[in-house]
């Protein structure tokens, strides 16, 4: 997911009481390659060695290829920090936040497969779009990339049970987003290759607009979803 920074919350007393010192070492870490610099840090030390490595590899495995493929001049400096204190799953900020990814441990201990979480992340880095979540921006769509990558360039999708829908149900369309929309997208590139490189091009310098989908499918958005759904029920 994306978060957009003026939703942060404050941080709870509740939560400053995790941080008693002498109750955590910190882990931190900087790795580079490729010409891309990563800097991991886990303040209390929540993630497990193992899964602490998978985490920095699938990063590497997966961002610098989504870097090259769509966005060269992507961030080349990322930070992957462990917060107990996020309640949710994991996400990347804006502004200063831009190139960090945020990840809640509590969810990696119950979900020890899920370590391409950062492959989609990693996807929003690579996005940098300037907005999120409206009519030039579309949340649906950029989630939808995000998760299209995640099957594109995921690691071990499989070891979390993570695939992308082979089928469409009832009340979906080409909006519903995540993986609903990444199918489509994938469905969709086949057919016309380039298309999903052309969205993310224009999303980024606030071109996009839904006729982007005519121009580049020969389709609009509502009858390729149409077309979609027909070949997916099959
Ligand atoms: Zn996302």
Redesign the pocket.
């Known amino acids: 997911?994306?978060r957009v920074a003026h939703a942060a919350l404050p941080l709870s007393l509740a939560t400053l009481a995790l941080f008693t010192p002498g109750t955590a070492c910190a882990f931190e870490a900087t790795q580079r390659q490729d010409g891309v610099t990563l800097h991991y840090r886990d303040a209390s030390d929540a993630v497990p060695e193992a899964i602490r490595t998978r985490i920095i590899d699938t990063f590497f495995k997966a961002y610098l290829p989504q870097r090259a493929d769509f966005h060269p001049h992507a961030a080349s400096e990322v930070a992957i920090v462990i917060d107990p204190a996020y309640d949710g799953i994991a996400?990347?900020g804006e502004k200063a936040k831009a190139s960090t990814i945020t990840i809640n441990p509590a969810w990696l201990a119950k979900h020890t497969g899920d370590t391409d979480l950062v492959t989609?992340?990693a996807m929003?880095i690579v996005q940098g779009y300037p907005e999120y979540a409206n009519a030039r921006v579309p949340g649906w769509l950029?989630?939808g990339i995000?998760?299209y990558a995640r099957d594109r360039y995921g690691v071990d999708n499989a070891a979390a049970g993570w695939a992308l829908p082979l089928t469409v149900k009832e009340g979906q369309t080409a909006e519903t987003g995540?993986r609903v929309t990444g199918a489509f997208l994938k469905w969709s590139e086949a057919a016309h290759p380039g298309l999903v490189k052309a969205l993310d091009g224009a999303l980024r310098s606030g071109r996009y607009t839904p006729a982007l989908w005519q121009t580049h499918t020969g389709h609009t958005l509502p009858d390729l979803w149409t077309a979609y759904a027909k070949a997916a029920t099959r």
């Open positions: 997911m994306i996400y990347v989609h992340e929003h950029v989630e995000a998760d995540y």
